[in-house]
């Protein structure tokens, strides 16, 4: 089974994903600096998406739940 790159480590009382670890490099992330390297390009399997006016982190639709975010 294929490692998820990134994993999710803190989310809201509401359940939004807020804290990220690259499981390559060991980078942890806000969610604001993970939208910020996604939007640059640095994470091809993930986009954003606005959730209630805020960018948010989702990994690419591929079929595999192995690696999505959560």
């Known amino acids: 089974m294929k490692k998820k790159r990134v994993s999710v480590t803190k989310e809201s009382q509401t359940g939004r994903n807020e804290q990220f670890i ?9 969610r604001v ?5 996604i939007k640059h390009g ?6 954003t998406k606005k959730i ?3 960018d ?7 079929g595999d739940k192995s690696n999505n975010l959560g």
Do not use: A
Request: proline fraction near 7%; charged fraction near 35%; avoid cysteine.
């Open 42 to 47: 640095e994470y091809k399997d993930y986009y």
């Open 22 to 30: 690259d499981n390559i490099t060991g980078e942890k992330m806000s």
């Open 52 to 54: 209630n006016g805020l």
């Open 56 to 62: 948010t982190p989702v990994s690419r639709p591929d």
């Open 33 to 37: 600096k993970f939208v910020h390297k």
